[in-house]
Each structure stands twice: as structure tokens, then as C-alpha cells.
Antibody
Framework: QLQMQESGPGLVKPLETLSLVCSVS??????????WGWIRQFPGKGLEWIGN???????KYNAPLKSRVAISVDTSKNQISLKLTSVTAADTAVYFC?????????????WGQGTMVTVSS | DIQMTQSPSTLSASVGDRVVISCRAS??????LAWYQQKPGKAPKLLIY???LLEAEVPSRFSGSGSGTDFTLTINNVQPDDFGTYFC?????????FGQGTSLEVK
């Protein structure tokens, strides 16, 4: 069964770049039937979609974050990556990678366990 | 910009009750709506997609309905494992927006 696992630093300094990797096992990111996304959950429990990527590298980003975010895919490593630049305390959140079926009506059917990132000096 | 409003924010129920959670989109989204359950410290779990389709292995006591702007998640015969937080999520023109969440608590 496909599994997803996020990894990266748990603490990032203000104005630096947050970098996370999502490692996929039990399946391939090079799937024509799926998109791969990043979603974050703030300490107050609200959820925010960050962006999606298809295995060909086509991306879609949430407009408020578009100038600071980059999502990439490495099919050889079976990984999805997230970079968020110029972070502030408002970027403190649990970051999830998630899979979306192309025929799933926009729903995310599989999620990683999430990784907590704190922005602080 | 499209917005999503979820209600209520908190719901108290007893085992065996029927509960209903609502979401309203500010624009017509057809049936592009999903429902998730989240337990503390865990990732959200998909329950319903395309407004009314039950995800595999999700118990049939969960059901979704609605189209356009108004949607509901109904849980019949609430079980102990059902207590947690529920989120709706819309999909519209490559934008994904989550509702604010409903905490289902033990009465």
C-alpha cells in the first residue's frame, strides 16, 4: 500500500527558506492518475492548501503563497519537494503531503503523517 | 474570491445519535466537495468525495449530500470512534479551500 512520509527541519529561522521532502513508497509518483500536493495546518487547526504538482512537473499554487513557494518532483527518487522562502512566524504549521486522484473530484485520498515546522529565531 | 463556511464549529452528541454538519460555498461548485475526519495528532482522513461518494472502507453510516452551494455530512448512529474534527473542502478552478472545521464531542 502506498505511503507518504514528510521530512525536513523542524525549526527554521525567520526570512530563511523552509525545505521539506515527501518520500513516497509502495507506489510511483510518476502516475498519470494522481496529483501530489502540500497542505499545511496551523496551530489553531485551520487547513490551507499550498499547491499541487503532476509528475510531468506542472504545478498549481495557492495565490497568496505563489510568490514564495516552489514544488518539484523527482521521479528517480520518488519524492515531492516543497520550498517556501522568506518565512515568518505565520508559516509555523504542520505540513502534510497528500495525493489527489485525477478522478476524485478534487479530494485528497492519501496523506502523510505530517511534520511540524516552527519559524523562530 | 470563493469562500467556504462550515457550521457548527462544535457539536455535542451521544453514541447512537444522528448528527449533521453543513458547509456553504460562496459560489456554485457543482459537486466538487469532500469531507474529512481528523483525530488529534493524525492527518485528515477522506470520508466523502464528489459531495456524496463514499470513500472505500468508510462505514455506511457516513453520508454526504448537496450540490451547488449547500452541502451536508450526516453521521447516523454515531459510534465512539466518530468523535473528532470534521472538515469540508471545495475544489474550484484549481483552488482548494477547507472549511473551518467542526469538533464532534461527547455529550
Amino acid at each position: 500500500q502506498l505511503q507518504m512520509q514528510e521530512s525536513g527541519p523542524g525549526l527554521v529561522k525567520p526570512l530563511e527558506t523552509l525545505s521539506l521532502v515527501c518520500s513516497v513508497s509502495g507506489g510511483s509518483v510518476a502516475s498519470r492518475s494522481h496529483y501530489w500536493g502540500w497542505i499545511r495546518q496551523f496551530p489553531g487547526k485551520g487547513l490551507e492548501w499550498i499547491g499541487n504538482i503532476f509528475y510531468t512537473g506542472i504545478t498549481k499554487y495557492n495565490a497568496p503563497l505563489k510568490s514564495r513557494v516552489a514544488i518539484s518532483v523527482d521521479t528517480s527518487k520518488n519524492q515531492i519537494s516543497l520550498k517556501l522562502t522568506s518565512v515568518t512566524a505565520a508559516d509555523t504549521a504542520v505540513y502534510f503531503c497528500a495525493r489527489r486522484r485525477s478522478d476524485g473530484g478534487g479530494a485528497f485520498d492519501l496523506w502523510g503523517q505530517g511534520t511540524m515546522v516552527t519559524v523562530s529565531s | 474570491d470563493i469562500q467556504m463556511t462550515q457550521s457548527p464549529s462544535t457539536l455535542s452528541a451521544s453514541v447512537g445519535d444522528r448528527v449533521v454538519i453543513s458547509c456553504r460555498a460562496s459560489h456554485n461548485i457543482d459537486t466538487w466537495l469532500a469531507w474529512y475526519q481528523q483525530k488529534p495528532g493524525k492527518a485528515p482522513k477522506l470520508l466523502i468525495y464528489k459531495a456524496s461518494l463514499l470513500e472505500a472502507e468508510v462505514p455506511s453510516r457516513f453520508s454526504g449530500s448537496g450540490s451547488g452551494t449547500d452541502f451536508t455530512l450526516t453521521i447516523n448512529n454515531v459510534q465512539p470512534d466518530d468523535f473528532g474534527t470534521y472538515f469540508c473542502q471545495l475544489y474550484n478552478s484549481d483552488v482548494f479551500i477547507f472549511g473551518q472545521g467542526t469538533s464532534l464531542e461527547v455529550k
